[in-house]
T-cell receptor
Framework: AQKVTQAQTEISVVEKEDVTLDCVYE???????LFWYKQPPSGELVFLIR??????QNEISGRYSWNFQKSTSSFNFTITASQVVDSAVYFC????????????FGTGTRLTVIP | EAGVAQSPRYKIIEKRQSVAFWCNPI?????LYWYQQILGQGPKLLIQ????????DSQLPKDRFSAERLKGVDSTLKIQPAKLEDSAVYLC??????????????FGPGTRLLVL
């Protein structure tokens, strides 16, 4: 069975600090996709990144970076030099090739960036 | 490109009443999803359509929830009768093709339902 764990319920950082959001997943599939979504107070889920199970290359996009390690079943997300606009709930999600593209979400991490 | 549209944004009803939510996906997206997000939790899939056919409705409480996507474009999710535990945000998402797990889902702003 699939499972996504985001152990950090809430994190607070001071502006310009770096912060890492953890995501650990479980799946029996060898082919799967991992996602990060951002949910600001407005409620809409904003897509940030998708990574397939065969691509362990880390990715950097501006202040965002992602570290995918199959050996530890983790897909962690780091924000460098955090800003107040980064305050949101961040969700990690898993999609399995046998699962009809259904997304299984973690419980989310609420990030608060203090000015 | 316009995103996923949903209406209404907020709805307050009393238990045992009925309610309907509407979703219009991104133009050209074949697959449409409805998720339920209870406060403090991640979204949970209720139903997935590919064009106007149901792919997965295993998590839909069919005794009270129904959904349709008659012309393969917009969709309606209905709850009848509503229960207190249905209070949640109902999110609609769409993805481009029908190729299973290769697709990224794009979400609408959601409808926040409060059942009193």
């Amino acid at each position: 069975a699939q499972k996504v764990t985001q152990a950090q319920t809430e994190i607070s950082v001071v502006e310009k600090e770096d912060v890492t959001l953890d995501c650990v997943y479980e799946t029996r599939d060898t082919t799967y996709y991992l996602f990060w979504y951002k949910q600001p107070p407005s409620g809409e889920l904003v897509f940030l990144i998708r990574r397939n199970s065969f691509d362990e290359q880390n990715e950097i996009s501006g202040r965002y970076s992602w570290n995918f390690q199959k050996s530890t079943s983790s897909f962690n997300f780091t924000i460098t030099a955090s800003q107040v606009v980064d305050s949101a709930v961040y969700f990690c999600a898993l999609s399995e090739v046998t699962g009809a593209n259904n997304l299984f979400f973690g419980t989310g991490t609420r990030l608060t960036v203090i000015p | 490109e316009a995103g996923v549209a949903q209406s209404p944004r907020y709805k307050i009803i009393e238990k045992r009443q009925s309610v309907a939510f509407w979703c219009n996906p991104i133009s050209g997206h074949a697959t449409l999803y409805w998720y339920q997000q209870i406060l403090g939790q991640g979204p949970k899939l209720l139903i997935q359509f590919q064009n106007n056919g149901v792919v997965d409705d295993s998590q839909l409480p069919k005794d009270r929830f129904s959904a349709e996507r008659l012309k393969g474009v917009d969709s309606t999710l209905k709850i009848q009768p509503a229960k207190l535990e249905d209070s949640a945000v109902y999110l609609c998402a769409s993805s481009l093709g029908t190729s299973g797990s290769l697709e990224t889902q794009y979400f609408g702003p959601g409808t926040r339902l409060l059942v009193l």
